[in-house]
């Protein structure tokens, strides 16, 4: 799943993004695609070379840069629609909650549970986007476009 959907479609789609000149939509998807690649590699390549494996500090900083791009990213959603914000913000705090968890693993539940809010929201935006442009109406909301 990380390598093909997370990695792979989201540099597709961020090719496609390219394509119609949307720099929001390329930066993003190709973004997180690399992310999800990078993230697979972290994680299996120790499995053959454990002396390798990243330790708590290093996973953290990972993470934190993470966080710092989204957050660069969620401003610039500002002048996009709230489903845009919302999942964008949510994975800022999420990126930082997951760097903090690496030093303090009593945070894990609320982590998970910040996750677990993140995915919904991208969930509910993309079938949202999906439904909106086939109908040709708000048939979900996702907020206001800011002009």
Request: with cysteine; charged share 10%; aromatic share 16%.
């Amino acid at each position: 799943m990380g390598i093909f959907y997370g990695g792979v479609a989201q540099i597709i789609a961020g090719i496609m993004e390219f394509k119609k000149g949307n720099t929001f939509g390329t930066t993003a998807f190709t973004s997180y695609g690399l992310f999800w690649l990078s993230l697979v590699f972290l994680i299996v390549f120790p499995m053959n070379a454990p002396e390798l494996a990243p330790d708590n500090t290093a996973w953290a900083a990972y993470l934190l840069l993470w966080g710092l791009f989204t957050l660069i990213m969620f401003f610039g959603t500002l002048r996009t629609n709230r489903g845009l914000q919302t999942v964008f913000l949510s994975l800022t705090i999420l990126f930082f909650m997951l760097a903090a968890s690496r030093f303090v693993p009593s945070l894990l539940s609320i982590t998970a549970i910040e996750g677990i809010f993140c995915g919904l929201s991208a969930f509910y935006l993309s079938l949202a986007e999906v439904l909106n442009e086939g109908h040709e109406k708000a048939v979900l909301p996702i907020g206001p476009v800011k002009s």
